[in-house]
Nanobody, 118 residues
Framework: QVQLVESGGGLVQPGGSLTLSCATSGIIFTFYNMGWYRQAPGKERELVAS???????NYADSVKGRFTLSKDGDKHTVYLQMNSLKAEDTAVYYC????????????WGKGTLVTVSS
């Protein structure tokens, strides 16, 4: 059974930092491109950051220079370090996995809420 379990969300003041984690199980981690999406109230889900098949990282313009995507292959975990948080970063953040050995599969976590407010 495939599981993507996010953690690390919470309430933070503007200018603060949070680190989100996504622990995966049930997938061959190295065969998947991992990333984070977010969905703010009343808005569509959007890409925040992801690893590309070429091994590089891709960031939304709104988070470039503030967020950093990383992964630990031994722990099968992906991280999103978020600095200089703004009110507009408030959203539910979802872990995303796409890839596979033979067929392409897509998996989502249940999300973790990040609220940036004073």
């Amino acid at each position: 059974q495939v599981q993507l379990v996010e953690s690390g969300g919470g309430l933070v003041q503007p200018g603060g930092s949070l680190t989100l984690s996504c622990a995966t199980s049930g997938i061959i981690f190295t065969f998947y491109n991992m990333g984070w999406y977010r969905q703010a109230p009343g808005k569509e889900r959007e890409l925040v950051a992801s690893f590309t098949s070429a091994g590089s990282t891709n960031y939304a313009d709104s988070v470039k220079g503030r967020f950093t995507l990383s992964k630990d292959g031994d722990k099968h975990t992906v991280y999103l370090q978020m600095n200089s948080l703004k009110a507009e970063d408030t959203a539910v953040y979802y872990c995303h996995a796409e890839g596979g050995v033979v067929h392409t599969n897509t998996y989502w976590g249940k999300g973790t809420l990040v609220t940036v407010s004073s």
